[in-house]
Nanobody
Framework: QVQLVESGGGLVQAGGSLRLSCAASGSIFATNTMGWYRQPPGKQREFVAMATSGGSTNYADSVKGRFTITRDNAKNTVYLQMNSLKPEDTAVYYC????????WGQGTQVTVSS
């Protein structure tokens, strides 16, 4: 089993920054992908960013140039640095890890006020 614990969400004004963290523990394959999805109010969950254990990254078009995903493989932790936040970034952000099976965190609320 794999457990994911997120932290770093909160309330911020438009144009501000937040940094999310997600620490994984348990039986983790060395080769894996970690990343973030988000679910805005009343909408479906959507992809935000991902990073492989090999160093590849990918971003949703809506966050490119504003969000940066990094990871510390030694700590099994992934980070999401979110800059130039917009009200439309308001959502519950979910961390995930996938190797043979997908695992999800409990979610952390990010609210961007205008």
């Amino acid at each position: 089993q794999v457990q994911l614990v997120e932290s770093g969400g909160g309330l911020v004004q438009a144009g501000g920054s937040l940094r999310l963290s997600c620490a994984a523990s348990g039986s983790i394959f060395a080769t894996n992908t970690m990343g973030w999805y988000r679910q805005p109010p009343g909408k479906q969950r959507e992809f935000v960013a991902m990073a492989t254990s090999g160093g590849s990254t990918n971003y949703a078009d809506s966050v490119k140039g504003r969000f940066t995903i990094t990871r510390d493989n030694a700590k099994n932790t992934v980070y999401l640095q979110m800059n130039s936040l917009k009200p439309e970034d308001t959502a519950v952000y979910y961390c995930y890890l996938t190797a043979m099976f997908p695992y999800w965190g409990q979610g952390t609320q990010v609210t961007v006020s205008s």
